[in-house]
Antibody, heavy 120, light 110 residues
Framework: QITLKESGPTLVKPTQTLTLTCTLSGFSLTTRGVAVGWIRQPPGKALEWLAL???????RYCPSLESRLTITKDTSKNQVVLTMTDMDPVDTATYYC????????????WGQGTLVTVSS | QSALTQPPSASGSPGQSVTISCTGT?????????VSWYQQHPGKAPKLMIY???NRPSGVPDRFSGSKSGNTASLTVSGLQAEDEAHYYCSSFAGNYIWVFGGGTKLSVL
């Protein structure tokens, strides 16, 4: 059974860097054809795709946020890490990580999400 | 502003059918058969309901169906049930390794 679980701070201050970890279970990013993405959802608002990392190490980013995002993987820990710099209150959101198969353009399943609030 | 346009709300009575639209452009919805739909209950993670426009994952009731015409995709829920009340989001591949979501539609079962 594939599961993902997000972890990280619940509160960050403006201008700080956010680091979120997605711990994978039931699959590995060493498996051919697998990818993990990050998606966020501000309270009461729509989903927004942020970043994607493939098992071969290729990375893709939402163009409007690319300068602030870095996605990496730690295969020894079976984790994917997302960092976002220069956090702002508008970045307050629930951040989800989700499983994907390469060349399949949907996410399934998703982690439970983690709410990050940006406030001084 | 979301990349894909959905109506903010939709509703129907139990047993009825409801269709939710998702309008994009020829660069996303209209350009690829890579539209997916997600159901999200309050406080829960999104759940995949439809992929590649018309396909249902295992375990999703056949009351849920998807279609596409031009730049608009649609999700139809037939035989509405109380548990179908949720937010629904469409998503599409937009080329150049970019994926976009719709603004979401709150489906109410009256």
């Amino acid at each position: 059974q594939i599961t993902l679980k997000e972890s990280g701070p619940t509160l960050v201050k403006p201008t700080q860097t956010l680091t979120l970890t997605c711990t994978l279970s039931g699959f590995s990013l060493t498996t051919r054809g697998v990818a993990v993405g990050w998606i966020r959802q501000p309270p009461g608002k729509a989903l927004e795709w942020l970043a994607l990392i493939y098992g071969n190490g290729n990375k893709r980013y939402c163009p409007s946020l690319e300068s602030r995002l870095t996605i990496t993987k730690d295969t020894s820990k079976n984790q994917v890490v997302l960092t976002m710099t220069d956090m702002d209150p508008v970045d307050t959101a629930t951040y989800y990580c989700a499983h994907r198969i390469t060349a399949r353009h949907w996410f399934d399943p998703w982690g439970q999400g983690t709410l990050v609030t940006v406030s001084s | 502003q979301s990349a894909l346009t959905q109506p903010p709300s939709a509703s129907g009575s139990p047993g009825q059918s409801v269709t939710i639209s998702c309008t994009g452009t020829s660069s996303d919805v209209g350009g690829y058969n890579y539209v997916s739909w997600y159901q999200q209950h309050p406080g829960k993670a999104p759940k995949l309901m439809i992929y590649e426009v018309t396909n249902r994952p295992s375990g999703v009731p056949d009351r849920f169906s998807g279609s596409k015409s031009g730049n608009t995709a649609s999700l139809t829920v037939s035989g509405l049930q109380a548990e179908d009340e949720a937010h629904y989001y469409c998503s599409s591949f937009a080329g150049n390794y970019i994926w976009v979501f719709g603004g979401g539609t709150k489906l109410s079962v009256l």
